[in-house]
């Protein structure tokens, strides 16, 4: 039986791909405000850790767990005005937020925000997929790097436009969360005259058009191999993120200010390792690069911890930072391959799984290197990516692709 596969749209669409890394860029800078803000609601309502801890946990469950719901919804429901919508949602959660005055109302401010991401990312990422034109892995790879950058943009708007003179200067943000509805706006139009014509033609993205290219028990057994990637890429990831900075101060006496210089060079490494990933994965093949990318990082990262030189830590952790953020392109599209008419679900649910695994790794390395210093967390979080061997279960799509037309 041949495939009946209709690919969206001939040729890539840059204009749109373009536009959808940008709003990336807004939403997750928009989202970085809230742990960025931390410090003021702290002295503000007087908070303590453990209450902090619920404001994150609450966002990260909505930011999270709503991601493969929405995902879901919209693979059955396709709707052109889904992002701006999602964003409309992050605009009223951050001027709530800007003049919350209780905890109750802090909760319900980024539970807001936290559904504005849920809905932007698969949505975002079926659009990345529908405008490819077939090089899914460089369209995955530009829509990632606008959130690389959007994530690592957040913290530094926070230290210039809100840290010197007030919370409520966070209203400042819904100006971003607007000309990001207007960007979306912009792609739902395109979004829309896709659909007309999807519906014109008969295509959708019913089952009876596209194929599996592996059985249903494959496809389980693949997404989970998958799933423990992103586990071991993220803790690893995690660790970095939140406490890269406090392990410098201790182990080098660096100062504060330095130590945000080398975060910056780490964060700046992802982006480079996110932007190549997709296109790499695009010309040899997504596993490959997979295989490549998450046991490749092992070596850094075992070596890392045993370094006592402050510029060799921070090359190792530029390596670490290269490899490991290639992974997560290849391993979406490679997801996205395996299940082509639930790319809502596939996305909100990959997506949603890292930021899970993400804030919950966080709180337990917080813990751990309360309770053994910060060195230990790289001791332990250094054999990671050795993980990285389940890879070797993955099936080779190009091969069951070919087998099965």
Request: charged share 10%.
């Amino acid at each position: 039986m041949g495939h009946n596969k209709v690919e969206p749209v001939s040729g890539i669409t840059f204009r749109i791909l373009v536009a959808l890394s940008i709003s990336h860029c807004i939403n997750d800078s928009l989202q970085s405000v809230i742990t960025a803000t931390y410090p003021l609601f702290k002295d503000g309502l007087a908070l303590t850790f453990a209450q902090i801890g619920l404001i994150t946990l609450v966002y990260q469950s909505a930011a999270s767990v709503f991601q493969p719901l929405t995902g879901l919804f919209f693979d059955k429901h396709p709707s052109a005005w889904s992002l701006p919508v999602g964003m409309s949602f992050t605009l009223v959660g951050l001027l709530s937020l800007a003049f919350a005055n209780s905890l109750p109302l802090v909760l319900c401010s980024v539970a807001l925000i936290g559904v504005g991401s849920s809905v932007f990312h698969p949505e975002a990422s079926r659009l990345t997929s529908l405008a490819s034109g077939g090089k899914r892995g460089l369209a995955q790879s530009l829509f990632q790097v606008g959130g690389n950058l959007g994530g690592s943009l957040g913290p530094l708007l926070v230290a210039i436009l809100v840290a010197p003179y007030g919370r409520d200067h966070i209203a400042l943000f819904a100006i971003l969360a607007f000309v990001g509805i207007l960007i979306m706006t912009y792609v739902g139009r395109w979004y829309k005259g896709l659909l007309l014509r999807f519906k014109r033609e008969n295509i959708g993205t019913a089952k009876k058009h596209v194929e599996m290219p592996l059985s249903l028990g494959k496809t389980v057994f693949s997404i989970s191999i998958l799933l423990i990637l992103i586990f071991s890429k993220y803790i690893y990831m995690a660790s970095l993120n939140s406490y890269y900075t406090f392990y410098l101060i201790e182990k080098f006496d660096v100062s504060v200010q330095s130590s945000q210089l080398f975060l910056f060079i780490f964060l700046i490494a992802t982006a480079i390792g996110t932007l190549m990933g997709g296109p790499i994965g695009d010309r040899v093949g997504r596993k490959y690069v997979i295989w490549a990318s998450i046991l490749g990082a092992a070596p850094f990262s075992l070596i890392m911890p045993h370094v006592d030189h402050l510029y060799l830590t921070a090359v190792l952790s530029f390596c670490v930072g290269l490899t490991l953020s290639s992974a997560f392109p290849a391993i979406l599209v490679y997801a996205q391959e395996l299940l082509p008419y639930k790319l809502g679900l596939i996305s909100g649910l990959f997506f949603g799984f890292a930021f899970g695994v993400a804030g919950i790794a966080s709180a337990v390395l917080g813990n751990l290197a309360d309770q053994y210093g910060i060195e230990a967390v790289y001791n332990v979080c250094g054999y990671m990516p050795l993980i990285g061997l389940v890879t070797w279960f993955l099936p080779d799509l190009k091969k069951a692709t070919a087998q099965g037309s």
